[in-house]
């Protein structure tokens, strides 16, 4: 039987301590060894937070599976942002391309539950809403009108 260990972890900076090592300390691996996968693994996604899963078997080897981060955390890393705003619905913080928020959902996509483009697009601009963050210089909900109404429909083709 495997144990599985999932935990949020900063991209490249997993460190020993919690929540890792209190997770992994009684299954008694090697928390160097693990810590130093998760960080070679997750080196790509500095700055974001990044799920990974660790699997430890019966005979103490593990597997370490690395998640992409929330689509949150893409999206202001595309902005080149820490947080998002505290009043998204009154403070904007700042403004994504079409083509940045196709990189999110193509990024996103094997996470995500839609089947076209065009809707994974759409889950990228729901996550805009919360964050305070414009898409193409409109507010999400009037970008994803624009979605449905087939504006974008030629960079949104597969």
């Known amino acids: ?56 078997d019966a005979s103490r080897n593990f597997t370490v599976e690395v998640g992409t981060p929330p689509t949150s955390a893409l999206v202001l890393s595309e902005l080149k942002l820490e947080k998002g705003s505290g009043t998204p619905n009154t403070n904007f913080i700042g403004s994504l391309t079409i083509e940045q928020a196709i990189k999110v959902a193509q990024m996103k996509r094997d996470a995500m539950l839609s089947y076209t483009l065009k809707n994974a697009v759409k889950e990228v601009a729901g996550t805009c809403v919360s964050l305070g963050v414009m898409i193409e210089g409109k507010k999400p909900k009037e970008f994803i009108a624009e979605v449905n109404a087939g504006k974008y429909d030629d960079k949104l083709s597969e």
């Not at 300390?25 to 790509?44: F, H, M, Q, R, S």
Request: proline fraction near 12%; glycine fraction near 12%.
């Open 1 to 56: 039987m495997a144990d599985v260990v999932e935990v949020l972890v900063p991209g490249g900076k997993a460190n020993p301590g919690p929540p890792l090592g209190p997770a992994l300390g009684p299954l008694g691996i090697n928390i160097k060894k693990v810590v130093d996968e998760i960080n070679n693994k997750t080196k790509d996604y500095n700055g974001m937070t990044v799920p990974v899963k660790v699997i430890v």
